[in-house]
Every structure is written in C-alpha cells, then in structure tokens.
C-alpha cells in the first residue's frame, strides 16, 4: 500500500513556473515506478510524464516536453514536477501515481493515486 500527497500547486501567470511535490509513505517507494498525470474540467485525465524506479528513464507527453521536468529523491519518498513556461492550456489539476516495477502512460495502469492539487495559469 502506497499513500500519495501533492502539494504545490497554485496561481499563476502564463510564462512563470510552479513545483510539483508528491511525498509517498511507506518503505518501498524505490520499487514504484511513478507518474504525473493532469486533469481539466470536462476532459479525462491525461498522462504528463513518468519517471522509473531508480530515476533513470523519463518520459514526456509532447505537450510539456522541454517545458517541465520530472525527478525524484528515493531517499525522501519524493517525486517532483518542476513546470517552467506555464501556459493557460496547462490549467489542470495535477496527479501523481504509483505502479509497481514498470513505468506506463495510461492512467488505467496505476495502482495508486493523490488527491490532486490545482493549478491554475492566467493570460
């Protein structure tokens, strides 16, 4: 069992940047592969970018690529989203989740999940 929270989202102006936070419990989160995912009003849930166990692999959706960053700590149970070049199409609320071993893009795939948190970007 894995328990996921994110934190760092917020407000912001089209051009700036936020950092995403997601700290997970337990002693194994070396062994999930872990991912972001977004979500906006009225759309399904989309894949943002994932990160593989040892933090060696990632990979991005062609929407954020050269524009945000993903990265984890094993030794803090972190993963992180640094999102630069916010644009208004990225509002969304943001997800992070866990799957053991393998890293995916579906978001069916995904064992666990946060609770999400806001991000909101002005023109």
């Known amino acids: 069992q894995v328990q996921l929270v994110e934190s760092g989202g917020g407000l912001v102006q089209a051009g700036g940047s936020l950092r995403l936070s997601c700290a997970a419990s337990g002693r194994t989160f070396s062994s999930y592969a872990m991912g972001w995912f977004r979500q906006a009003p009225g759309k399904e849930r989309e894949f943002v970018a994932y990160i593989t166990r040892n933090g060696g692999t990632t990979y991005y959706a062609d929407s954020v690529k050269g524009r945000f960053t993903i990265s984890r700590d094993n030794g803090k149970n972190t993963v992180y989203l640094q999102m630069n070049s916010l644009k208004p199409e990225d509002t969304a609320v943001y997800y992070c989740?866990?799957?053991?071993?393998?890293?995916?893009?579906?978001?069916?795939?995904?064992?666990?999940w946060g609770q999400g948190t806001q991000v909101t970007v002005s023109s």
């Open positions: 989740a866990a799957r053991p071993v393998v890293a995916a893009t579906s978001p069916a795939e995904y064992y666990y």
